[in-house]
């Protein structure tokens, strides 16, 4: 069974890898930089899950007083299919919810098909609205 617990700095070139194996990390985005902007704000929503000790997923969620976020969910290719995603989602799921979170949302890539099938499997369904985004700061 996959244990849950918050991100710590060791766990940074394990949760690395991890999202560049699953290709969550853009030439845009430092992910070490990203690691480093979470932890100053709600760390506590950092989480990894680890088998035997290892981490093999990762999530960062959010709350801002209006909407919940979740952003990084990814599992290692070697423990996909086992339930862990599901896990760490209904995990966020409840601690945003603890926080009076009325909504959560996300943002997936349009060719991200299988994470598009998983989110919706969720119950997650597509905003009728449109991404927009202004970088304030170049990584």
């Not at 902007?37 to 989480?47: G, H, I, S, T």
């Not at 989602?89 to 949302?105: D, F, N, T, W, Y």
């Amino acid at each position: 069974m996959m244990n849950i617990r918050p991100f710590q700095a060791a766990d940074e070139p394990v949760v690395v890898a991890l999202w560049e194996e699953c290709k969550l990390t853009r030439p845009w985005n430092d992910p070490r930089k990203d690691i480093a902007r979470k932890l100053a704000v709600q760390p506590e929503l950092f989480l990894v899950g680890t088998l035997d000790g290892a981490v093999v997923a990762s999530v960062m969620a959010g709350y801002e007083g209006h909407r919940g976020w979740v952003n990084y969910l990814a599992v290692g290719a070697r423990f996909r299919g086992q339930g862990h995603a599901r896990t760490l989602m209904q995990h966020v799921e409840a601690e945003l919810l603890k926080r009076g979170c009325p909504k959560v949302s996300l943002l997936v890539r349009n060719s991200n098909r299988d994470a598009l099938d998983f989110y919706r499997h969720l119950g997650y369904a597509q905003d009728e609205a449109v991404s927009l985004g202004k970088r304030l700061i170049a990584d």
